[in-house]
């Protein structure tokens, strides 16, 4: 597993306690989460467009139509930054202050490469499918060459990286230890609720076990 060191760009400068740049803490992050925010500048403004993302080996894709603007616009090697973020839980402290959050982030610079030949398109795309619902490129119709035709897909890699992470309990200033006022971690996860069938779902179908016994766990 290849190591990605700081570079001036990526290193965490405020608490680099935080910072992590080695590929085994920033690829669960990428693998856990369902989306990422994408941002880059257009018109000399920036822009920042949510879209679902997946990582295979050290490359991140994202997909769409042929027609969305942000595809469009940043497939010819426009540098882009790609942020994704797992909230772990609310961080309670004694002091308005001191309130935080624990959570697992990452932050990706790089230029956006149009992925063109055919079978790294495909890789990508069943990859793409399977990143949201792991299994499911097996049950359903993949997509038909047109259909291929009418999907976008680029590449960004994973060269300039940074994971930002805080973990464990409030800190809150010594003086405050003593206050009368609960403090502690509220954790929060990604908890799939039931099923909903859809309403022209045909009779005898049930969920597959994916579905139904879904979890977003820590790889
Ligand atoms: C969780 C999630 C996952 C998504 N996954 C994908 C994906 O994998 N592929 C994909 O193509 N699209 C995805 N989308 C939709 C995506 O965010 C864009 O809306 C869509 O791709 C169109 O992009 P565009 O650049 O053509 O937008 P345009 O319609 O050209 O954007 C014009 C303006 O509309 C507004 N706008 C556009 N999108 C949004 C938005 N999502 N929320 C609020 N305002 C918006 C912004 O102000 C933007 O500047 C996802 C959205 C969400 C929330």
């Not at 405020?14 to 590929?23: C, L, V």
């Not at 990582?55 to 426009?78: C, F, M, P, Q, W």
């Amino acid at each position: 597993m290849s190591e990605t060191p700081p570079s001036e760009r990526t290193r965490v400068k405020r608490h680099p306690e935080r910072g992590a740049y080695d590929r085994a803490t920033i690829d669960p992050i990428l693998d856990e989460a369902l989306f990422c925010h994408v941002g880059y500048v257009t018109d000399g403004r920036p822009r920042v467009i949510p879209t679902i993302h997946v990582r295979v080996d050290d490359t991140l894709y994202i997909h769409g139509s042929n027609a969305s603007r942000t595809l469009r616009t940043i497939k010819d090697g426009e540098e882009v930054c790609i942020v994704t973020t797992l909230l772990d839980g609310l961080v309670l402290a004694r002091s308005a202050f001191m309130h935080s959050m624990n959570y697992r982030s990452v932050v990706v610079y790089g230029p956006a490469r149009e992925v063109t030949e055919r079978e790294e398109k495909w890789m990508a795309q069943k990859a793409l499918v399977d990143h949201v619902c792991a299994g499911r490129s097996d049950q359903v119709r993949m997509p038909t060459e047109d259909e291929l035709r009418q999907t976008t897909i680029l590449a960004v890699s994973l060269e300039a990286a940074s994971a930002n992470l805080r973990t464990g309990p409030p800190k809150d200033d010594e003086a405050d230890y003593d206050l009368p006022v609960w403090a502690g971690v509220l954790p929060m996860a990604t908890v799939p609720q039931t099923p909903q069938d859809d309403p022209r779902l045909n009779p005898g179908l049930e969920p597959p076990p994916n579905v139904a016994e879904y979890r977003r766990l820590p790889a």
